[in-house]
């Protein structure tokens, strides 16, 4: 089946150290997103990509979508504590109609070292 | 504005047993997603659901698995004659239902907090 290729895989930082993180697919996709995951608990949307190129900002966090269609990055700015935890890409792929229908990338754990 | 709720949290079966895990949408929510998570990895799509429909199966095993939506009450992941590859965190996620922006809206999937399935 499809899948995205997130790196790295986990990252070990000082507080307030810029983070950052990506995605890639072997083909094209409409749509991305990036998630973050707590232990326990289920991922929550950080941000949402819907147009190749467009860059987009939430706070201390920015993330693009690649000019191919087939990448996408996150950047976490001076990082804190409490950006711990897993941090997942997922799209949809242009080949699928069904608009919940997500691929997610292995996932990125952060660390982050007071 | 209660979010996505998942019960179980936590869910121990011995092999050969039924799991049964319900998810109750956000409100004014009607599209009904299940993901399984292995330990390590990320999720993956397993059916898509709207009332009373299965729209999309395709990540779902042929055998011992099926969900359900029901007009009234939450949406049922179902899986029969457990086996210890089972043991997974199952998520459910809902998302709203806008005719005018159906495409954009349908990909902010809202998740829950998970099933932990233990398989003994």
């Known amino acids: 089946g499809q899948q995205l290729n997130q790196s790295p895989q986990s990252m070990f930082i000082q507080e307030g150290e810029d983070v950052s993180m990506n995605c890639t697919s072997s083909?094209?996709?409409?749509?991305w997103l990036w998630y973050k995951q707590d232990p326990g608990e289920g991922p929550v949307l950080l941000i949402a990509?819907?147009?190749?190129?467009e860059l987009t900002s939430n706070g201390r966090l920015t993330a693009q979508f690649g000019i191919t269609r087939k990448d996408s990055f996150l950047n976490i700015s001076a990082s804190i504590p409490s950006d711990v935890g897993i941090y997942f890409c997922?799209?949809?792929?242009?080949?699928?109609?069904?608009?919940?229908?997500?691929?997610f990338g292995q996932g990125t754990e952060l660390s982050v070292k007071p | 504005n209660a979010g996505v709720m998942q019960n179980p949290r936590h869910l121990v079966r011995r092999r050969g047993q039924e799991a049964r895990l319900r998810c109750s949408p956000m409100?004014?929510?009607?599209?009904v997603y299940w993901y399984r998570q292995l330990p390590e990895e990320g999720l993956k799509f397993m059916v898509y659901?709207?009332?009373?429909?299965?729209?999309?199966e395709s990540g779902m095993p042929k055998e011992r698995f099926s969900a359900e939506f029901p007009k009234e009450g939450p949406s049922i992941l179902r899986i029969q004659q457990v086996v210890r590859g089972d043991s997974a965190a199952y998520f459910c996620?809902?998302?709203?239902?806008?005719?005018?922006?159906?495409?954009?809206?349908?990909?902010?999937?809202?998740f829950g907090s998970g099933t932990q399935l233990s398989v003994l």
């Open positions: 990509l819907y147009k190749a190129g």
């Open positions: 996620a809902s998302s709203p239902f806008n005719p005018g922006q159906l495409t954009i809206t349908n990909e902010k999937l809202f």
């Open positions: 409100k004014g929510h009607s599209h």
């Open positions: 083909s094209i996709f409409n749509t």
């Open positions: 659901l709207q009332k009373e429909n299965i729209i999309d």
């Open positions: 997922a799209g949809r792929s242009a080949r699928d109609n069904q608009g919940g229908k997500l691929i």
